[in-house]
């Protein structure tokens, strides 16, 4: 079955820095990657999603980027504010969706 | 976007006995959703799919006699946990996709067993 692993577990930045997240995946079979940004409690927000037929993607301040030969993916967050810290989680889905383990993105004022 | 209905958000219950969630998407219709489970600080486990009109489909480790689904409905699952012991106290998530895939969330119900 599908294997996602995800670094760093635990990242903090300073305000206006930028993020970065990585994540692996086993299953070359998997065809949809999203971001899933986690607060404390709270069922997960999707933040940005990619398809295996996109290389990258953009929304504001948050880019993800995929490769799909090397099975990596990656989520960018630009001018971090305090308010973008929180657990984000990547995913990988051929149909039913693996989770990685989480990081824990603290932004700094 | 699309809306998903969890019920109970926090359920205390004794040990020993059963519980159960319910998840409902409002606004869509869901052949297919999807139940996990997450422990404090750790990442959402897939414990199974819940399919409209057939059997639920479960992940390697989890009990199916223990975690019953039942997918009633194009708009309604439910997971019952049964026989409850405290160490099925966790954040209970369900989710469901859109036709574009999209996955729709739960609030989660946190379930506490004594």
């Known amino acids: 079955g599908e294997n996602v692993e995800q670094h760093p577990s635990t990242l903090s930045v300073q305000e206006g820095d930028s993020a970065v997240i990585k994540c692996t995946y086993s299953?070359?079979?998997?065809?949809?990657f999203p971001w899933y940004k986690q607060e404390l409690g709270k069922r997960p927000q999707l933040i940005i999603d990619?398809?295996?037929?996109?290389g990258e993607k953009k929304d504001q301040r948050i880019a993800v980027t995929l490769n799909k030969t090397a099975k990596h993916f990656s989520l960018h967050i630009t001018e971090t504010q305090p308010e973008d810290s929180a657990v984000y989680f990547c995913a990988a889905s051929t149909g039913d969706m693996r989770f990685g383990a989480g990081t824990r993105l603290t932004v700094k004022p | 976007g699309a809306v998903v209905s969890q019920h109970p958000s926090r359920v205390i219950c004794k040990s020993g006995t059963s519980v159960k969630i319910e998840c409902r998407s409002l606004?869509?219709?869901?052949?297919?959703m999807f139940w996990y489970r997450q422990f404090p600080k750790q990442s959402l486990m897939l414990m199974a799919t819940?399919?409209?009109?057939?059997?639920?489909?479960?992940e390697q480790g989890v009990e199916k006699d223990k975690f019953l689904i039942n997918h009633a409905s194009l708009t309604l699952s439910t997971l019952t946990v049964t026989s409850a012991h405290p160490e099925d106290s966790s954040f209970y998530i369900c989710s469901a996709p859109d036709q574009k895939e999209t996955q729709y969330f739960g609030p989660g119900t946190r379930l506490l067993v004594l």
């Open positions: 819940s399919n409209e009109g057939s059997k639920a489909t479960y």
């Open positions: 606004d869509f219709q869901a052949t297919t």
């Open positions: 990619i398809r295996s037929n996109v």
């Open positions: 299953d070359s079979a998997s065809n949809y």
